[in-house]
């Protein structure tokens, strides 16, 4: 797909690898829908956005909410003919051990990472099939492929993230949709700052390439599987080898 000109939505993306991934697609042409659930954009990423004469919007809408999420979508046909591009970013974390986690702690991760996604997509999803075109990337997880201790929501969530973009892969082929998913590893983050030396020591131990990940690589990913017309159905992983 050519990029130039094409609306897309990047769901979650004020921070993080979801503001990467807007700022990647504003730069080839792209008019970018950036969406989060505070009231306006960070005034950081206004400015990143302004400096490169961004074509933007900001809409608020919380992904865990199929109202709202109606809303963010009928706001954006109103002013767009269509929507060429969907990124679902959105996503959060509540790590616990198993035995310790509680229902709503499950319940509340799958109820943005998985129900949201496909609450998001179903929404645009049947726009794209009269529109006969589209693209979908959807952010999962190493974690959702192998596991990890303390994070069975997460991991559930991701693993589900990876089983329905294969389904909307295959119901979207003859229709012309594309649908793909990126497992990013440990990635550089507010949250990865955080942790002290010996952690992050021992994370790089597991990393063959002995570094973390950095949003941009993420974006530049999402952006190979948009351009790319003959690549569906698959899960990319960019952890830097971690899980060989």
């Known amino acids: 797909m050519e990029l130039t000109s094409k609306t897309a939505l990047i769901t979650g993306s004020t921070r993080g690898i979801g503001a990467a991934i807007a700022l990647t697609f504003a730069k080839a042409g792209c008019q970018v829908i950036i969406n ?3 009231a306006d954009i960070p005034e950081s990423l206004r400015e990143q956005l302004e400096l490169i004469n961004a074509n933007y919007q900001y809409i608020q809408a919380d992904i865990a909410d199929k109202d709202s ?6 706001k954006i046909y109103d002013t767009n003919s269509k929507i060429d591009i969907l990124i679902n970013n959105a996503g959060i974390t509540n790590d ?5 986690m509680k229902e709503s702690d499950f319940d509340r991760v799958l109820n943005i990472n998985l129900r949201g996604t496909f609450m998001v997509t179903q929404q645009v999803f049947k726009r794209m099939l009269k529109q006969k075109s589209g693209c979908i990337v959807n952010l999962a997880s190493v974690v959702g492929l192998h596991g990890n201790i303390g994070q069975a929501n997460y991991a559930a969530s991701k693993a589900g993230v990876i089983g329905l973009t294969k389904t909307i892969a295959q119901e979207g082929a003859l229709r012309g949709i594309r649908c793909n998913a990126i497992a990013p590893g440990m990635i550089a983050s507010d949250m990865t700052d955080a942790l002290n030396d010996r952690v992050k020591d021992e994370i790089l131990n597991n990393i063959p390439l002995k570094r973390l990940g950095n949003p941009n690589e993420v974006a530049q990913t999402a952006k190979f599987l948009v ?12 952890d830097g080898g971690m899980t060989i």
């Open 36 to 38: 989060g659930r505070q």
């Open 96 to 100: 616990k051990l198993m035995m310790r």
């Open 69 to 74: 999420i109606s809303n963010l979508v009928n």
């Open 227 to 238: 351009e790319n017309d003959y690549i569906t159905g698959q899960t990319i992983v960019i």
